[in-house]
């Protein structure tokens, strides 16, 4: 065997003594991990939208969202709007049909009226 040889092979059998002694060194300091189980009760609301839009707010607001949530929110653009629910549909997977998504907008920009300047 060559000197290439030699230093090939002593380089590999080093490395592979040095992994193995970390990885056992590793495993033997490792902390155990505990895990438990919590349990959280959400509240819950009988509160329901009435009024103009308010069947369209309770049919796909209130699948995810308390009405005391979505009374919360600020006043904002109804191009605002448009982007929130949206999102609501399409990053998180709401079941909202494509064509409720302008109206439902228009519902809670009627709501809660445009942005004080």
Not at 9 to 34: E, R, V, W, Y
Not at 87 to 106: L, R, S, T, Y
């Amino acid at each position: 065997m060559n000197r290439h040889g030699i230093f090939s092979a002593g380089c590999t059998l080093l490395l592979a003594f040095g992994l193995a002694s970390t990885a056992a060194a590793g495993a033997a300091s490792a902390p155990k991990i505990h895990w438990k189980s919590e349990h959280i009760t959400l509240p819950t609301s009988d509160l329901t939208f009435s009024g103009p839009g308010g069947q369209v707010l309770n049919t796909y607001c209130l699948m995810c969202h308390s009405a005391d949530f979505v009374n919360e929110q600020p006043a904002v653009p109804l191009a605002t709007w448009k982007i929130e629910v949206s999102k609501m549909e399409k990053a998180f997977g709401a079941p909202i049909p494509e064509n409720q998504i302008d109206h439902i907008a228009e519902v809670l920009y009627q709501r809660f009226g445009p942005p004080k300047p």
